[in-house]
């Protein structure tokens, strides 16, 4: 099975902190891709990266970024965290993205 | 503006009892459609998904309709089981895009024993 790994369940930061929310994929999959779940919103598809180097925006990209250094690797930051951010955070992958594979997700609280 | 809509937020249903659940769309470009099932503090799973070019798809106890023409589809789990009980959130994609899914809000389904 497909694992997703991200690295924190939890986390609590400060307005104005900047937030790194990590992802690492174990199987060769290109496409990796960051949502955010919100009450009501469902999720909303914020960044996604179809190869080492690539990105693209999603639905909601403002106030964020993205790294993706190595292919198993997908990091999410948040250059100066607000309170509207606020969420679960979920990454995914796929090799075809019909089927995605989450992570359990990282709830965020910004103070 | 949500393109794929869940507009039941919430579902309760006895156990061994058919549970449905529905989904709209908006956007006549959709033609891969998909349920996933998320428990707390999980990640959403695929459960089922199906092609424009059906109106069906079953898989087990789950059974994907879709209706074209009304762009709406729906989830059937007959028989539920308390193992059911979870988020379900639909999904939809333009299969020659750029491989987005577009989610719609989700439908807590409560099954009761």
């Known amino acids: 099975d497909v694992k997703v790994t991200q690295s924190s369940r939890y986390l609590v930061k400060r307005t104005g902190e900047k937030v790194f929310l990590e992802c690492v994929q174990d199987?060769?999959?290109?496409?990796m891709f960051w949502y955010r779940q919100d009450p009501g919103l469902g999720l909303r598809l914020i960044y996604f990266s179809y190869d080492v180097k690539m990105k693209e925006k999603g639905d909601i990209p403002e106030g964020y970024s993205v790294s993706r250094e190595k292919k198993e690797r997908f990091s999410l930051i948040l250059e100066s965290a607000s309170t509207n951010q606020t969420s679960m955070y979920l990454c995914?992958?796929?090799?075809?993205?019909?089927?995605?594979?989450f992570g359990s997700g990282t709830q965020l609280s910004v103070l | 503006d949500q393109q794929v809509k869940q507009n039941s937020p919430s579902l309760s249903v006895q156990e061994g009892r058919i549970s449905i659940l529905n989904c709209d769309y908006t956007n006549s470009m959709f033609d891969y459609f998909l349920w996933y099932k998320k428990y707390p503090a999980e990640g959403p799973t695929f459960l089922i998904s199906i092609s424009s070019i059906k109106d069906k798809n079953e898989d087990g106890r789950f059974t994907v309709f879709l209706n074209k023409s009304a762009k709406h589809l729906s989830l059937h789990i007959v028989p539920s089981q308390p193992g059911d009980s979870a988020v379900y959130f639909c999904?939809?994609?333009?299969?020659?895009?750029?491989?987005?899914?577009?989610f719609g809000a989700g439908t807590t389904v409560t099954v009761r024993a």
């Open positions: 999904a939809a994609s333009v299969h020659s895009n750029d491989y987005k899914l577009s």
């Open positions: 995914a992958t796929g090799a075809l993205e019909e089927k995605l594979f």
């Open positions: 199987m060769d999959h290109e496409n």
